[in-house]
C-alpha cells in the first residue's frame, strides 16, 4: 500500500529553535510539494520539486524556510529560527506528472498525513 | 493570485440527504480534482477529471468538469455519517504556451460536512 509518510507527527518547540520535517514520497513519483494549512489560510504551497529540482518555492518566507531535496526517497522543509507564526499543519504531497505538451501533465497529489507543528 | 471560490462554506447533512457543493474560478483549468479531509489526516483524493464535460463517479460520489472549464462540482448521494468532514476541489491552471500545466494545484478554501444535529 503505497502512501507518503511523514515525521515527526507532532512537533512542539520553542521560538527561535530549528525544525526539520521530512517527507518520504511514494516510490516512482516526480513531483513533491510542501503545503502549509491553516485555519484562516487554508492549504498553501510552500515549495515544490520536480525530478529533485526545485520548481517554485515563492510560497515560502525565504529568510527562515528552506526546501530541499537531498534523493528521490527523501524531502526535507526546515524552518531556522522558528516563530510562533509558524504554528500549523504542514503537508507533504507527492505525484506523478505525466506529459508535457499539448494539454498538460496529469497530476493527482497523494497527501501524507501531515506534521502538526506548535512553537511556542 | 489565482483562486478558487468553493461553496458553501459548510452544510449540515441528515443521513440519507443528498449533498451538492461546487468550485468555480476566472481561469481555465485542465484538471479538477476533489479531496477529502478528516481531522487529523491529509486530504484523500476522491475524484480527478481531465477533460471539459467529464462525469465521473466513485461509489456515491459524482463530480463533473464544467464545459467551460471554469467549475466543478461534486455530489454525494445518499450520505452517512461518515461523510463529515471538509472537501476540497483542486485545479490545475492551463498555462498553453507552456506545453500545458506547470504541475502544481490550487485549492478551494473546504466545504465542511458536518450532521445535522
Known amino acids: 500500500d503505497a502512501r507518503v509518510t511523514q515525521t515527526p507527527r507532532h512537533k512542539v518547540t520553542e521560538m527561535g529553535q530549528e525544525v526539520t520535517m521530512r517527507c518520504q514520497p511514494i516510490?516512482?513519483?516526480?513531483?513533491v510539494f510542501w503545503y502549509r494549512q491553516t485555519m484562516m489560510q487554508g492549504l498553501e504551497l510552500l515549495a515544490y520539486f520536480r525530478n529533485r529540482a526545485p520548481l517554485d518555492d515563492s510560497g515560502m518566507p525565504k529568510d527562515r524556510f528552506s526546501a530541499e531535496m537531498p534523493d528521490a526517497t527523501l524531502a526535507t522543509l526546515k524552518i531556522q529560527p522558528s516563530e510562533p507564526r509558524d504554528s500549523a499543519v504542514y503537508f507533504c504531497?507527492?505525484?506523478?506528472?505525466?506529459?508535457?505538451?499539448?494539454?498538460?501533465?496529469?497530476?493527482?497529489?497523494?497527501f501524507g498525513p501531515g506534521t502538526r507543528l506548535t512553537v511556542l | 493570485g489565482q483562486q478558487l471560490n468553493q461553496s458553501p462554506q459548510s452544510m449540515f447533512i441528515q443521513e440519507g440527504e443528498d449533498v451538492s457543493m461546487n468550485c468555480t474560478s476566472s481561469s481555465i483549468f485542465n484538471t479538477w480534482l476533489w479531496y477529502k479531509q478528516d481531522p487529523g489526516e491529509g486530504p484523500v483524493l476522491l475524484i480527478a477529471l481531465y477533460k471539459a464535460g467529464e462525469l465521473t463517479s466513485n461509489g456515491r460520489l459524482t463530480a463533473q468538469f464544467g464545459i467551460t472549464r471554469k467549475d466543478s462540482f461534486l455530489n454525494i448521494s445518499a450520505s452517512i455519517p461518515s461523510d463529515v468532514g471538509i472537501y476540497f476541489c483542486a485545479g490545475q491552471l492551463y498555462y498553453p504556451n507552456y506545453g500545458g500545466s506547470q504541475g502544481n494545484l490550487i485549492f478551494g478554501k473546504g466545504t465542511k460536512l458536518s450532521v445535522k444535529p
Open positions: 504531497a507527492s505525484g506523478l506528472v505525466r506529459g508535457t505538451s499539448g494539454g498538460g501533465g496529469y497530476n493527482e497529489q497523494f
Open positions: 516510490l516512482g513519483h516526480n513531483t
